[in-house]
């Protein structure tokens, strides 16, 4: 008798560990299939791959980014990566020739335009083969839905 009630009592809390420590199956949650419409990016009316001269740059860096789709649509901006390539001069030792170099500023913004910082320090110094560069736009339609529209790179001629 008294090793059955050992046997019942280690079968019990056996049983009660096995159900303390069993897991619970994830819930799955069915997502509406999305597919994103195709879109374009402007920065005025230019597009990736544009080249300007440094007083419109100078212009375009106070627009705001817009984002349409074929029937003229407008989509939110949520969110985008900014990269302004700089261009530089180091001085050569030997031959005390000034050499062109690039350095980079870059980060992220949930708003367009640019913040007035950004804009007032990128205007002062706008000069040919510097680059525009905003990647990683993340845009939002009507039902709040977020995907990435297309980059846009400018050049300044």
Do not use: C, H
């Not at 009630?5 to 079968?11: A, E, N, R």
């Not at 062109?100 to 040919?128: C, E, H, M, V, Y």
């Amino acid at each position: 008798m008294k090793n059955s009630k050992y046997f019942f009592l280690i079968f019990a809390f056996s049983i009660s560990a096995l159900f303390s420590f069993a897991q619970t199956k994830p819930a799955i949650i069915k997502v509406e299939k999305f597919k994103p419409p195709v879109v374009k990016t402007f920065l005025g009316v230019n597009q990736n791959g544009a080249s300007v001269t440094a007083d419109e740059a100078a212009q375009l860096i106070s627009l705001p980014l817009k984002i349409t789709d074929d029937k003229n649509n407008v989509y939110d901006v949520d969110s985008y990566q900014f990269l302004y390539r700089k261009k530089s001069f180091i001085q050569d030792e030997q031959s005390g020739k000034a050499i062109p170099t690039f350095t980079i500023s870059a980060s992220r913004f949930d708003s367009t335009p640019l913040p007035k910082i950004w804009i007032d320090n990128l205007k002062s110094g706008l000069q040919k083969d510097e680059q525009l560069y905003y990647f990683d736009i993340v845009v939002k339609d009507k039902k709040g839905r977020r995907f990435f529209a297309p980059e846009i790179k400018i050049t300044i001629k």
